[in-house]
C-alpha cells in the first residue's frame, strides 16, 4: 500500500509542476524545494492553500523568489498549514527523521513517566504535576513510583507554567514529591500542596514501550470483564496486542472495558485489528475508509475488518458491545475505534471528551520518490502531513471538537480521586464494571463520581515523547510504522 502511494504521488508531483522545476537554476535551498513539492503532492487541504496550485508558479525564477522568501524550512511548511488552531492541528515537519523513524517504532529517550500538570489551588502561575502513568520495564517502574504521585518541584525548583519544558526537558532530574491536602473540605479553594520530603532522580534512556501496558479478569455477577489499558496502536506490537485477546478468549471473557484515556493514535491497520479483535463476526465488511485530497483520490481505500493479520489467525471476541474509556488525549486511531465499530456494535463511550482528529499521514522524505530510499545525504529533514481522512462504514466522521462520551457517563479524571489503573474503584473502570453489572439497563453514575471538584490544568501539558510540541495541548503525536499508514 504505502509503495504504491509513493508511486502514484510522485507521478502526480511530476506532472502537476511546470517543466523542468527540479533545474539547477533554481536558488532556494533543495530543502525548501523538498518542502514545496512534498506538500504540493500529498497534503490534504492542499485545495485551501492557494500557494499549493498546481499552477501556482510560471517560471523558475518565480518559484526561486518565493521559496528565497522564507528564512527556514520550518517557516514554509507553517505557511502552507491549513488553519493550524482549528482544522490542522497535527502535521509535523522534524529535522531528523532518523528519530522520528526511531520513535514511529515505539523506541524513544523516556524515563517511563507521563505526567498531568495543574494550578496550584488559587494560583495562576505556580504548577504541580502527577504521575498519570508508569510504563513497564522502565527505568519509572524499576523505582517503584506509582500513578497518582504529586510532584511539587524538579531538582529544588518550585515548578511555574513557565519552567515546566526546561525542568522537565533534562535527560536527568530529581523529582520532588508533595502531597494534597484538601484541608478537609470538599472546596478545591483553601487546598494545598504539602511537600513531604521524598525524592527520586531519574535518568532517561532508550526505551521502547510495549503499548499493552496492562490486562486484568474481572468476575462481574458471575461473568469474566476482560479490562485492557492499550497505550499506543503500534504496528510492531500487533502479536502482542492479539496474545491479549488469546488470553481473553481463554479466561472466557464475555464483556471487555477497552481503556485509550492516554492513547494518542498510531497505526490505522492497527486499529483495524483491535476492531476484529474486539468483534469477529464482521470478517471482510468495511471498518474504516480513507480519503485522499482530490489530486489523489485513487489512492482513496477501505480497511476491513479481517480473522487474519502476517500469517496468524486473530483471536477475536465476538462481541456486540464494548466499553471505551477516554480523556481529552485520546486520540485519532482511538477516536477510530469508536467512530467504526459504532457503526456495527454498541459503544459505550466513558470519560472525557475525545481530541477530535481524524485525519490520518504519512512519512515525506526528500527521496526521488518521497520514500525512504535514496534520501538526499546533504539533511535530515522529513515531513508528517495530513495526507487523508478517515471515515465510518457509512462515511461519519469524528468531528473536530471530538466525540463525547455518552450521556450520565461523563467523567473527568481528577486528582483528588486519580485511582489505580485497573483496580475496580478506579472512577472510570467502575462506572463501566457498574454498568455491566447492573440488570436494569444503563448504569445511573454515583454522583460523587461525577461530581468530584476539579483543578484547572495546565494546557502546556509535557509528555516529552519525541516530537511533541514542548508546550503541547493534545498529547497527540501523528504516528507512522514502516508499512501503515497511521491515524
Not at 504540493?40 to 523568489?65: C, H, M, Q, W
Not at 507521563?114 to 502561575?125: I, Q, V
Not at 471487555?256 to 492516554?262: A, G, H, K, T
Request: a negative charge; aromatic letters at 10%; hydrophobic letters at 35%.
Amino acid at each position: 500500500m504505502r509503495t504504491l502511494l509513493i508511486a502514484i504521488i510522485f507521478g502526480s508531483l511530476t506532472t502537476s509542476c511546470f517543466e523542468d522545476r527540479d533545474d539547477n537554476v533554481i536558488l532556494s535551498s533543495s530543502i525548501h524545494d523538498f518542502v514545496w513539492k512534498g506538500m504540493n503532492a500529498v497534503y490534504l487541504y492542499k485545495a485551501e492553500i492557494p500557494d499549493l496550485a498546481n499552477d501556482r508558479f510560471t517560471s523558475n525564477e518565480e518559484y526561486g523568489n518565493y521559496l528565497n522568501s522564507f528564512s527556514s524550512p520550518e517557516e514554509l511548511f507553517e505557511s502552507l498549514i491549513y488553519q493550524r488552531q482549528t482544522v490542522d492541528r497535527f502535521s509535523i515537519i522534524v529535522d531528523d527523521y532518523i528519530a522520528l523513524q526511531q520513535a514511529l517504532s515505539g523506541v524513544s529517550k523516556s524515563n517511563g513517566l507521563e505526567f498531568n500538570f495543574y494550578y496550584e489551588p488559587g494560583s495562576t502561575t505556580d504548577v504541580f504535576g502527577i504521575i498519570r502513568l508508569v510504563l513497564n520495564n522502565s527505568e519509572a517502574s524499576n523505582l517503584g513510583l506509582q500513578r497518582g504521585q504529586i510532584i511539587h518541584a524538579v531538582d529544588g525548583v518550585e515548578l511555574t507554567e513557565s519552567n515546566l519544558s526546561s525542568l522537565f526537558g533534562q535527560d536527568t532530574y530529581t523529582l520532588h514529591f508533595a502531597d494534597y491536602n484538601d484541608n478537609g473540605t470538599t472546596e478545591t479553594d483553601d487546598d494545598s500542596i504539602v511537600s513531604n520530603g521524598s525524592t527520586s532522580s531519574l535518568t532517561k534512556v532508550e526505551y521502547t514501550e510495549n503499548p499493552v501496558h496492562t490486562t486484568e479478569i474481572i468476575n462481574v455477577g458471575g461473568e469474566n470483564v476482560g479490562y485492557l489499558l492499550y497505550n499506543g496502536f503500534t504496528a510492531d506490537f500487533n502479536n502482542q496486542l492479539n496474545n491479549a485477546f488469546a488470553d481473553f478468549q481463554a479466561s472466557n471473557v464475555q464483556h471487555l472495558v477497552l481503556d485509550l484515556r492516554y492513547n494518542g493514535g498510531g497505526s490505522v491497520d492497527t486499529a483495524r485489528l483491535l476492531g476484529s479483535m474486539i468483534t469477529g463476526q464482521f470478517n471482510g465488511s468495511v471498518f474504516s475508509k480513507l480519503n485522499y485530497n482530490d489530486d489523489l483520490q485513487e489512492l482513496n481505500s477501505t480497511f476491513n475488518f479481517t480473522n487474519s493479520f502476517n500469517g496468524n489467525s486473530i483471536n477475536s471476541l465476538n462481541l456486540d458491545k464494548v466499553y471505551v474509556l477516554t480523556t481529552n488525549r485520546s486520540a485519532s486511531a482511538s477516536e477510530m475505534i469508536i467512530n467504526s465499530l459504532g457503526e456495527y456494535i454498541d459503544v459505550v463511550h466513558i470519560g472525557d471528551n475525545t481530541t477530535g482528529k481524524s485525519q490520518a499521514s504519512v512519512t515525506i522524505y526528500d527521496s526521488p520518490d518521497l520514500g525512504p530510499n535514496d534520501v538526499n545525504p546533504n539533511h535530515t529533514y522529513a515531513m508528517q502531513p495530513l495526507v487523508a481522512i478517515s471515515v465510518n462504514a457509512n462515511d461519519g466522521v469524528v468531528p473536530s471538537s471530538g466525540l463525547v462520551p455518552d450521556v450520565g457517563f461523563e467523567i473527568n479524571e481528577s486528582v483528588l480521586n486519580f485511582g489505580i489503573l485497573g483496580d475496580e474503584n478506579e472512577p472510570l473502570l467502575a462506572a463501566a464494571l457498574a454498568d455491566i453489572e447492573s440488570s436494569l439497563g444503563r448504569y445511573s453514575i454515583d454522583q460523587s463520581i461525577r461530581n468530584t471538584p476539579q483543578l484547572t490544568p495546565v494546557k502546556k501539558d509535557i509528555n516529552l515523547k519525541p516530537f511533541e510540541d514542548e508546550m503541547y495541548i493534545d498529547n497527540e503525536f501523528i504516528s507512522i510504522t514502516k508499512k501503515e499508514f497511521n491515524q
